[in-house]
């Protein structure tokens, strides 16, 4: 049984240092070619990774002088289904437990996706769409649009920085046979007993389950292909997240008496592992298309301080 590993509580910044460089740098050459669309930057990163912290470090500097540029943040929590599309969808197919809750592709909204998108990229009055996740008991809910924030409206400054950051943002579909061989190949490893990955869940779904996710996915592109830039902060084992997540709950549940379980976390991490194991790869390899030096890779190591960066 994995328990929470006791870690420093202390907060180094040893990444924003090394992203803002290149965000500026791809910035400056955005900007050269002319175009009147807003920058746009993907940030991944694995759950407990330190997303919250680095994407806070990023919208500090950038929006503050000298640069003082016109951004938003936003994240791809905020694209979750309604929580009455969410409930259809898990009824759609109650053998799938990947479907069962929020969380992985499928349960985002690529419609509204693509209507904030587009909105952005060319400039006009754009609503940013906010989640709740403490709404019905924890399944969480949209939250009412007159809450939500407008950029480019009238007498606002026009949004040059766009910043979309997620545990999923950038993952590109495979084809159904990649899908298939990669299953077979944890499931042909696990049974040899020659296990490197003992966290490996894909032999725990059914291929169909695995599949329909891997569908839904080709459906993210309407993000992805908007991307100039892409930050990915790697693991050097993507394992470590198990670790990171019992971490914040044990914090939780000291600071305010509320938190999952252990075994809780292992079974919420449990279902999102399978999008680690099949889609890691191809972060790793580069998101951009046909643009290169246009993604920054950070790996960390299992305390979250930076082992080495590499730009694709």
């Given at each position: ?160 920085v766009v910043l979309f950051e997620g545990w ?70 993507t394992e470590y997240v198990y670790n990171w ?7 939780l549940r000291e600071k305010s008496g509320r ?54």
């Amino acid at each position: 049984m994995l328990r929470a590993t006791k870690m420093a509580k202390q907060i180094v910044d040893d990444k924003s240092p090394i992203c803002i460089p290149f965000i500026l740098d791809k910035l400056k050459e955005h900007l050269a070619s002319n175009s009147n669309a807003p920058f746009f930057i993907g940030l991944n990163g694995v759950q407990g990774i330190g997303k919250t912290t680095l994407v806070t470090m990023l919208e500090q500097t950038l929006k503050q002088p000298p640069y003082s540029l016109p951004m938003v943040v936003w994240s791809i929590d905020d694209l979750y289904l309604t929580h009455a599309d969410q409930v259809a969808l898990a009824q759609s197919d109650p053998l799938n437990p990947l479907i069962q809750h929020r969380g992985v592709p499928g349960t985002h909204d690529m419609t509204l996706a693509k209507k904030v998108f587009d909105a952005l990229k060319s400039g006009s009055k754009t609503k940013i769409p906010r989640y709740d996740k403490s709404q019905f008991n924890g399944q969480g809910d949209r939250m009412d649009e007159s809450t939500w924030t407008t950029v480019n409206d009238e007498g606002q400054q026009k949004i040059k920085v766009v910043l979309f950051e997620g545990w999923c943002v950038g993952f590109r579909a495979l084809t159904d046979d990649q899908v298939k061989l990669r299953q077979e190949a944890a499931t042909a490893e696990y049974e040899s007993g020659s296990v490197t990955n003992s966290r490996s869940t894909l032999r725990k779904h059914r291929l169909q389950d695995l599949q329909f996710i891997n569908s839904k996915l080709r459906g993210y592109d309407v993000m992805t292909d908007t991307f100039d830039a892409f930050v990915h902060i790697d693991a050097e084992k993507t394992e470590y997240v198990y670790n990171w997540r019992l971490q914040q709950e044990s914090e939780l549940r000291e600071k305010s008496g509320r938190g999952m379980t252990d075994e809780e976390v292992v079974t919420f991490v449990d279902g999102y592992y399978p999008a680690y194991e099949l889609y890691t790869d191809g972060l790793r390899n580069g998101v951009i298309k046909n643009k290169k030096n246009a993604q920054l890779r950070i790996t960390v190591k299992e305390d979250r301080k930076v082992i080495h960066s590499i730009i694709l």
